[in-house]
């Protein structure tokens, strides 16, 4: 059974997503929302704390949120995979594994995965679709170590990070995320529906666990519109760094 909020900030989604909350509007006070819902206000708070986390309003507490815009927007606050945040989101999303495979790691993924090359490793193609449509391509490389759980896995699973868990007891728990913008080319324009060319989002990322073992490096391409993301900073604590890209680089 859905939880009581998470329906509750799928209709106020739907109802910024429709303009009936302006950009730079308030919602109504919690007080106010829990009369229309019919619900305490405890749960109308966890309603509104999804949409900060996707980024449509303002996490400032005490204060009527204001509306922030109308993406999706998947917040780096938590290490959630695609698949945990589309589902907590409401959203329907769906996952299909394209090709898998046993080779020897590459200078960079052994790298990025504390292995020398040559390594044994498992490469996977996997794409993701959002509400029917498709958004993301995942090429991931997996430590030797894990390929053999990864591979147990369904290839149509929603969430491979929650099967690991469900399966091994894996939690990933520290994610490094670097983000940049490419060029789609034949491979990703073919699969993302998108003209070869077209700029998508990449974001490229080494996951570990708590005792610091990396687990995986992964290279995620969406299609550009699909999602965005959210990076909250302060003074006491800024997790963006900026860096400047190899201009020389292909894709």
Do not use: K
């Not at 170590?145 to 896995?153: F, G, Q, T, Y």
């Amino acid at each position: 059974m859905t939880a009581r909020y998470v329906g509750i900030a799928a209709e106020l989604r739907d109802a910024i997503m429709r303009g009936e909350y302006a950009v730079g509007a308030q919602l109504p006070s919690e007080a106010e929302l829990a009369t229309r819902f019919a619900a305490s206000r405890g749960t109308v708070r966890q309603a509104v704390a999804v949409l900060a986390t996707e980024g449509l309003v303002g996490s400032r507490q005490g204060a009527r949120r204001i509306v922030l815009g109308r993406e999706r927007s998947q917040s780096f606050a938590e290490l959630h995979s695609f698949a945990q945040w589309a589902r907590a989101m409401g959203y329907r999303v769906s996952g299909r594994v394209l090709e898998q495979r046993r080779r020897g790691a590459g200078v960079t993924e052994a790298a990025r995965l504390a292995l020398q090359p040559g390594e044994p490793v498992l490469s996977v193609l996997r794409l993701r679709s959002l509400e029917g449509e498709p958004v993301l391509l995942e090429r991931t490389v997996y430590a030797g170590w894990i390929a053999p759980a990864v591979e147990r896995i369904d290839p149509e699973c929603e969430s491979v990070t929650q099967a690991l868990y469900e399966g091994v007891g894996l939690v990933f728990a520290y994610g490094e995320h670097l983000i940049d913008a490419v060029a789609a080319g034949l491979e990703d324009s073919r699969l993302l529906a998108v003209r070869r060319g077209s700029p998508l989002l990449r974001q490229r990322r080494v996951t570990t666990t708590h005792e610091g073992r990396p687990v995986e490096w992964s290279d995620d391409r969406y299609r550009a519109g699909s999602v965005t993301f959210s990076i909250r900073n302060s003074v006491d604590a800024n997790p963006l760094v900026r860096q400047v890209g190899d201009l020389r680089s292909a894709p």
